[in-house]
């Protein structure tokens, strides 16, 4: 069995970093954004190699750890929704996002349930009342507007919201809307000024 990796070397300085202390910059294009206390560099853009593969494993199941830590906290501060507020099921494969919308819809008083993809949402839509789907776009396999479709054939009466940061033409929205019969469409990063309102209008109309 392989020892329990406490800390890495700074790929910039070679000081080692240790993982219970380490700090992330705010890059955002790639999950490997530590920040070396020694020579303040961070891992964005940097070689992997010589790191070994184990500490890109290391790094990233920290960072969920971190991710999930945070936003139960906020969750368990949160006000309870009413029984009688809807549901809304989140769909994203990006587990960070998925804690995000979590929270925040929540704080806008409505019920949540979550899914990593489309056919986890489907099973829970078959198990619990959905009266609200606010799924990504751009997911494996089944995408947001292909669940957005089969939604619609299994109970009409779920609204269903697509959000996406890759296809934000006005054609995608008239698509999703018009072909695939979505209830609204949000383009990323979210408003949520803008997502509280369409959950709202979504919502008023679904009563």
């Known amino acids: 069995m392989s020892e329990a990796i406490t800390s890495l070397p700074c790929p910039t300085c070679t000081q080692p970093i240790r993982l219970d ?4 910059c ?20 940097k070689s992997l190699f010589p790191m070994r593969a184990e500490w890109q494993f290391e ?5 969920e750890r971190q991710t999930e830590e945070k936003f ?11 029984n009688k507020a809807p549901t809304v099921l989140i769909v994203d494969d990006d587990e960070e996002i998925r804690l995000i919308a979590e929270y925040s819809v929540q704080q806008m008083g409505y019920r949540t349930l979550t899914a990593k993809n489309a056919e986890e949402a ?16 751009l997911m494996p396999k089944t995408d947001g ?23 934000t033409a006005l054609r995608y929205r008239t698509e999703a809307l ?11 990063p979210i408003n949520f000024d803008k997502l509280r309102a369409v ?3 979504v919502s008023a109309v679904a009563a």
Not at 21 to 24: G, P, S, V, Y
Not at 59 to 63: C, D, E, Q, Y
Not at 145 to 163: A, F, Y
Not at 178 to 188: P, Q, R, S, V
């Open 145 to 167: 507007r292909q669940l957005c479709r089969l939604i619609k054939l299994i109970d009409p009466s779920i609204k269903v919201i697509v959000m996406s940061s890759l296809y």
């Open 21 to 24: 202390a380490i700090e992330w």
């Open 122 to 137: 489907l099973k829970v839509i078959e198990q619990s009342k959905t009266d609200i789907v606010l799924t990504d776009a």
């Open 26 to 45: 705010h890059c955002v294009s790639t999950a490997l954004s530590a920040i070396c206390p020694s020579c303040h560099s961070c891992f964005c853009g």
């Open 59 to 63: 790094l990233r199941a920290l960072r």
């Open 199 to 201: 959950l709202a209008k």
């Open 178 to 188: 018009n072909t695939f019969h979505a209830d609204d469409y949000l383009t990323k």
């Open 72 to 82: 139960k906290r906020a969750l368990d501060t949160a006000a309870p929704a009413s």
